[in-house]
């Protein structure tokens, strides 16, 4: 999926910061993890019944050196597909 593609389906911003990846995402309707110079999405998108119920993000931070909860992050990877849960999404956005 394009950069914009996921952008429009699962309303990502782009860029963002973690900070606001984290209001959006974290508890129950995903999760939000720094991962070295990446921070990874794992977002809840209601698809249907019976149907997968995560998606993937991989956000890379814009700044060497600087990731804090204010650095801007730049979206560079949308998952495809949707997953089942949180932690297929997570391993996916990590692979990215």
């Given at each position: 999926?394009?950069?914009?593609?996921?952008?429009?389906?699962?309303?990502?911003?782009?860029?963002?910061?973690?900070?606001?990846?984290?209001?959006r995402?974290?508890?129950?309707?995903?999760?939000?993890?720094?991962?070295?110079?990446?921070?990874?999405?794992?977002?809840?998108?209601?698809?249907?019944?019976?149907?997968?119920?995560?998606?993937?993000?991989?956000?890379?931070?814009?700044?060497d050196?600087?990731?804090?909860?204010?650095?801007?992050?730049?979206?560079?990877?949308?998952?495809?597909?949707?997953?089942?849960?949180?932690?297929?999404?997570?391993?996916?956005?990590?692979q990215?």
């Amino acid at each position: 999926m394009t950069i914009s593609e996921g952008m429009k389906k699962y309303r990502l911003a782009n860029p963002s910061t973690p900070e606001d990846l984290e209001m959006r995402f974290s508890g129950m309707d995903g999760k939000v993890l720094n991962f070295g110079e990446t921070v990874l999405v794992a977002g809840y998108y209601w698809g249907g019944p019976g149907k997968p119920a995560y998606f993937a993000a991989a956000y890379e931070y814009l700044e060497d050196g600087k990731h804090d909860c204010e650095s801007t992050v730049s979206l560079r990877a949308v998952s495809e597909v949707e997953f089942a849960d949180d932690g297929h999404a997570i391993a996916w956005a990590m692979q990215q």
